[in-house]
């Protein structure tokens, strides 16, 4: 009987081939239990399945005499009848179950005049004051002026309602969303959005500088109350604010929650990751900061720069690769890669060859005898055709240096220049110091 009445209640298009027998079961579910509103609700839509919607009605009217405290007979009796037969209907059921979100939203829904509306609504927050549905329904229909007036009243109706306390901080002024929020963390000690909102109601008013003491303020009492603080969870709330602009508070989280839970000999891997997933999600800010926390912690990681350069590659400004390739040069001045890539940087994508030379200069005093700074040096000038600079470079290389590399490329640009003879030289004395070579 049960397997029945779900059938007939969930398909009503189901081809019903013996309407008769069918009528026979839900009578007989009827009579065995007429307080069961569904057994109701079934014969009716078998009527109505079958074309016979005055007899549909009368089962549901019948219906309704056993079983007028149920809100879904009520409801079914008001689908079957017309609009204006629906609307009495529904009054009729509101005098029977006040306190029924349900008939109360339908009722308003019935009717076409907005203040009608309004009125109905405003009159089912006297029988049913914590209903965030209707408080809901009512504010979308009000002017902000007014919404604002009703949130004060459904804070206080429903002060565990996080979304309410959110609603009415966004419409209000600067002082008054503060007040606002304070309230609301006190009523809801352990939500996290609550501080993440009054973050971004500082950096939005250009009090950048409050934003993550907020934040670490609000982690703490967070613990304090219990919570247990979720890494993942906080990164998403990041890029979320990444994404809605509050840019401030994104890096704020970040740096706030960024080792939470973390061993101290898994954070590269970990953020690493991090990375990866905040680039292939598009928030580049969040992916950045955490570049920013990988290098501050591991400042002479080699992978780690060549990631966040290759990372500003992609995404930054040129301003970005050169001012992370000069933060590179300074907090691992021993690193020829950093010093070749930055004066690489300043002469092929920048066509600064002076300030290319300043920096091979400034390489040298770094690491006075290094072959590739020599090298680069010196194809610096033969790529410019400043051959004369380039032979002398080569030759303190040669001097300096003297690795088989340094004497191949001073015969090879000798050549280049066509001193046939002097290349020759160079290539006698080469064999006297590399005779293998």
Known sequence: ????????????????ADFKKARLLLKSMINSDPKHAPGWIAA?????L?????????????????????????????R????????AILAKAITQIPNSVKIWLKAAQKEEDKTMKIKILRRALDYIPNSLRIWKE????????????????AVECLPQELEVWLALAKLENYDNARVVLNKARHALPTESSIWIHAAKLEESHGNDSMVETIIKRGLKVLVKNGVTLKRDDWLQEAEIAERSGSLVTCKAIVNSTLDIGIEEDEKERIWLQDVETSEEKECLLTARTILEALIENFPTRKNIWLRALDFEKKHGTPQKVEELLRNAVTKCPHQETFWLLLAKYKWQTQNQINEARAILKEAFEMLPNNENIFLQAAK??????EFDRAKKILQMAREKCGTPKCWMQSIQIERLTNNLEEAWNICVQSLKM????
């Not at 610096?380 to 055709?385: D, G, V």
């Not at 590399?434 to 070579?437: I, S, T």
Request: hydrophobic residues 40%; proline residues 2%; aromatic residues 4%.
């Open 1 to 16: 009987m049960a397997s029945l009445e779900k059938q007939l209640l969930i398909n009503q298009e189901a081809d019903i």
């Open 44 to 48: 009716a839509r078998l009527e109505e």
């Open 50 to 78: 079958d074309g016979k919607m005055q007899e549909a009605r009368n089962i549901i009217a019948q219906g309704l005499e056993h079983c007028s405290d149920s809100e879904d007979i009520w409801l079914e009796a008001a």
């Open 80 to 87: 079957l009848e017309t609009h204006e037969k629906s609307k």
């Open 138 to 153: 009512l504010i979308e229909l009000e002017g902000p002026n007014e919404a604002k007036v009703l949130l004060y009243r």
């Open 380 to 385: 610096l000038e033969r790529q410019i055709q």
């Open 434 to 437: 590399h005779p293998k070579f």
